[in-house]
């Protein structure tokens, strides 16, 4: 195990989990993974890196790891260790280091780290698997303290790596040939995770696995199931077993360990045999080849026990690494809504407008835009479906559109037409928005658009006025029309615009703040604040389901 | 999951009915997964809401992407037993415009009947 792999060009070196040493010595160059510490260098066989030279000394030089990093240690050779020409009695090494042992120029040593930072758990295991471990410590407890270890380090990707590790050290403890690592899927098959040989090349699914021993052992209540071929006659017409001749099959079902619970009046039920299976660890040899049978059950017992434990603590790992990617993801959409939601307002002589948005908790698609152009002052106000990413990017997406074609002076039903075709044409799921687009011109005349969008307030004098004229939400059908609708406005009059999360926004009866409440407020006020503060104490302590968007626009003539 | 999903068939018509809430999510999964099945052997289909209390954005846009994708497919979905809540989101929506409504189960299962005679 302590020797190193000798493969062919850097291209195909490994898994890229090992930092490298490409070696050169003439025309020949091959790669050697780094994958113990201390690796040695000299003239003497048994080193880790062999150098056929008289000018290398017997004991020349190691290579160790230390703190994340490699450093290379001359061991008083005679002609001296070299690091890019410069004699070193010791030096860490950076990417692209060349190093020369005695021998100048003949022969050397270029070093590759593993992807510049290294943060992969089977590195960390690599870099300390030097540390001093009690003898009595079993492979699989070893595994067990570096999985904590590496837990603490925050890692990625942590259960394939630790999945490889499991097999080569199950491997070796069973003295099998071929190892496999199967974990069940989401629709409840085992799925291939790992597989390896015991030189430690990785392996892939094939035939020769035997899949009816694999499901035995699933259904099975045993902790390990031994299948030794030549003594079962009833496996014969099995498949595999013919083909390969498969001598020996052990596997060994997962399962997810269990929390001990207090035991009820039945007393010691078979809860460990009826324990959730994960998946199998399979290990199997050839006829040709060793009899497994031989291999003590305590091992195999053993085996069973950490593994479970082992996968188990790694798939937390990865759930949390998954938690804290969402959390990452959130992030992404709520500065998203937040670029959304800054809006410049511009400033025009006949009109005010003010836009105020109330995120909920979870991040939805409103957002609200103002455009002035020569043909007025524009206001679009829309709700996309849905919450999270994606209905940030659709939010994202839609206001862009709409804002180009505005500065574009497209007629309003033209705009949410084209949106409307764009939405459909990519087919976004069932995602779409409502949306209403309005705009003021200097004399007063108001044209809006409304798509599915709850009818906007016309506050004349206290007196509100629900147009009812709409079209279909934008981003549902292909075959959608849409038409704007008109309306004089006079000094003093003013819009006042909403999403849905507003009228329905609920209290803890379940009630929805709902449209009289709406126009109630609208009618006897001219801020938003009181809006919202109507908002606030009709909901009492009840959290907001959806984002509150309001906004109003003043005609002052 | 917040929505139960009942199925059974009347005068040769799939009757889908639905008890608790449609909202973007599981319970908009549920729905579409449950009428793409019952679509690959049946071309009509009643949706009975009436024991709908509570329908979302997303699980609004779940029935027109069920509506849509069943008349391509040559297929016909009908909606009954819409409660006020529901019929005011289709106005608002002009979805109303869209679906096929009809005040009970029995007339929508008549509207078939007529189509096919």
């Known amino acids: 195990m302590a020797f190193p792999t000798i493969t062919g060009p850097i291209s195909e070196a490994g898994s890229g989990i090992f930092p490298i040493l490409v070696f050169v ?26 150098i056929a030279d008289p000018r290398v000394s017997r004991d020349h030089a190691l290579i160790v790891s230390e703190n994340g990093q490699f450093c290379v240690i001359d061991q008083s050779s005679k002609h001296g260790t070299f690091v890019n020409g410069e004699r070193v009695q010791r030096k860490t090494l950076e990417r692209n280091d060349r190093l020369e042992f005695g021998v100048r120029d003949v022969a050397y040593v270029i070093f590759h780290p593993h992807h510049a930072s290294s943060n992969s758990a089977r590195d960390f295991l690599s870099q300390i698997s030097g540390i001093h471990i009690s003898t009595e410590t079993t492979d699989l407890e070893k595994l067990t303290l570096f999985l904590e270890a590496a837990r603490k380090l925050n890692t990625i990707g942590v259960l394939d790596e630790i999945l490889v590790t499991l097999l080569d050290a199950t491997l070796n403890l069973t003295r099998a040939e071929r190892g496999y690592v199967f974990l069940k899927a989401e629709d409840g098959k085992l799925r291939l995770a790992a597989g390896r040989n015991s030189k430690g090349e990785p392996l892939l699914d094939d035939k020769t696995i035997s899949h009816s021993i694999l499901e035995d052992a699933r259904k099975s ?29 052990i596997c060994i079902p997962l399962r997810k360990p269990q929390v001990q619970t207090t035991r009820d009046a039945q007393g010691a039920s078979p809860l460990e045999m009826s324990a959730e299976v994960m998946g199998a660890l399979y290990v199997d040899s050839r006829f040709a080849s060793r009899d497994l049978s031989s291999v003590s059950n305590d091992i195999l017992r053993a085996i069973a026990h950490e593994a479970a434990s082992l996968v188990e603590n790694a798939r937390l790992v990865q759930a949390e690494e998954a938690a804290r ?128 969008h709850v009818p906007p307030l016309l506050v004349c004098n206290h007196e509100v006025i629900r147009p009812s004229h709409g079209n279909l939400p934008v981003g549902l059908l292909a075959d959608a029309t849409y038409e704007s609708d008109h309306y004089n406005m006079h000094p003093g009059d003013r819009l006042v615009l909403v999403t849905d999360g507003v009228t329905e926004a609920e209290n803890a009866r379940g009630d929805f703040f709902d449209n009289e409440r709406l126009e109630a407020v609208a009618a006897k006020s001219g801020t938003l604040e009181d809006i919202f503060s109507a908002v606030a104490n009709f909901c009492g302590g009840t959290p907001l389901s959806d984002d509150c968007t309001v906004v109003e626009l003043l005609y002052t003539g | 999951m917040n929505l139960k999903i ?48 509570y329908i979302d954005s997303g699980g609004l846009g779940t029935l027109v992407g069920v509506y849509s994708s069943a008349r391509s497919g040559g297929a016909d979905v009908k909606l009954t037993g819409l409660g006020q809540r529901l019929r005011d989101v289709l106005q608002v929506t002009k979805l109303v415009t869209v679906f096929e409504v009809y005040d009970t189960e029995q007339q929508a299962i008549a509207a078939f009947r007529r189509g096919a005679a």
Not at chain 2, 18 to 37: D, Q, W, Y
């Open chain 1, 25 to 50: 010595q003439g025309n020949d160059q091959r790669t050697i993974n780094l994958d113990h510490s201390p690796f040695s260098v000299g003239r003497k066989v048994d080193k880790d890196l062999v």
């Open chain 1, 325 to 452: 990617r969402y959390q990452q993801e959130l992030a992404i959409a709520a500065s998203i809504q937040q670029r959304l939601m800054t809006v410049t307002i511009p400033e025009v002589p006949f009109a005010r407008l003010n836009g105020r948005n109330l995120s909920c908790k979870e991040i939805g698609g409103d957002f609200y835009d103002a455009v002035n152009t020569e043909d007025g002052l524009t206001v679009v106000l829309a709700d996309v479906s849905g919450k999270g990413v994606s209905a940030a990017l659709l939010a994202s997406t839609l206001q862009g559109m709409i804002f180009s074609q505005l500065t574009a002076r497209m007629p309003l039903p033209e705009i949410v037409a084209a949106v409307n075709r764009f939405f459909t044409h990519k087919h976004i799921g069932e995602k779409y928005a409502t949306v209403i687009i309005a705009r003021i011109r200097s004399d007063g005349e108001l044209e809006y658009v409304n798509c599915g």
């Open chain 2, 6 to 53: 009942e199925t059974r068939v009347t005068d040769g018509v799939t009757i889908v009915s639905c008890h608790g809430r449609i909202m973007f999510g599981e319970e908009a999964t549920e729905l579409r997964e449950t009428l793409k099945r019952l679509l690959a052997s049946t071309r009509q289909i009643v949706l009975n809401l009436s024991g709908v209390t």
């Open chain 1, 221 to 249: 209540n045993s902790e390990f199931v031994i299948t030794d071929t030549s003594q079962s006659l009833d496996l014969a017409g099995r498949h595999s077993i013919v083909a390969y001749d498969l001598r020996t099959v």
